[in-house]
């Protein structure tokens, strides 16, 4: 597995899996990924299949994003904050919240205060700044699943 910032670190084995109420039978959480920058996007897809969860899609654009969770329903979305295109991550996590009951977990390089200001409005579930580690963004699920299933 390669690491676009260099770092290598195995995350910890995890069942990926919830149970789904009313029934005994579990699936895995499923998780859409919006991230314009094609290696980001596919060392965080390779993470994310390790660590047991379903990748319910790659976006690269909040249109196409939109749609992919119209389409897949996922439980949480990994979201870029600085997307190219008509709408940024803020802008499309609102949405997601809003139009599909999808909470988001941002992504960005850039933390400074005046856009996490802004991400504040879309009521994220945790927020990775870019470098991060494989254990990191599975920490950050972990987190944020529990968070959305209280």
Do not use: H
């Not at 859409?32 to 976006?59: C, M, P, T």
């Amino acid at each position: 597995m390669g690491s676009p910032n260099g770092s290598w670190e195995r995350p910890v084995p995890s069942s990926g899996f919830e149970v789904v109420a009313g029934t005994s039978a579990s699936k895995p959480t499923s998780i859409l990924i919006v991230e314009d920058e094609a290696l980001v996007a596919s060392y965080i897809e390779e993470v994310l299949a390790e660590s047991g969860f379903r990748v319910a899609g790659v976006a690269a654009s909040g249109p196409e994003a939109l749609s992919l969770a119209e389409e897949t329903q996922p439980r949480l979305a990994l979201v870029d904050i600085r997307l190219t295109g008509p709408i940024d991550g803020i802008e499309l996590a609102c949405v997601l919240r809003q139009k599909f009951g999808i909470p988001a977990i941002f992504l960005s390089g850039l933390a400074d205060d005046e856009t996490t200001r802004r991400a504040a409005i879309a009521e994220p579930l945790g927020f990775l700044p870019k470098p991060f580690r494989p254990s990191q963004v599975f920490n950050a699920i972990e987190r944020a699943l529990s968070q959305a299933g209280s």
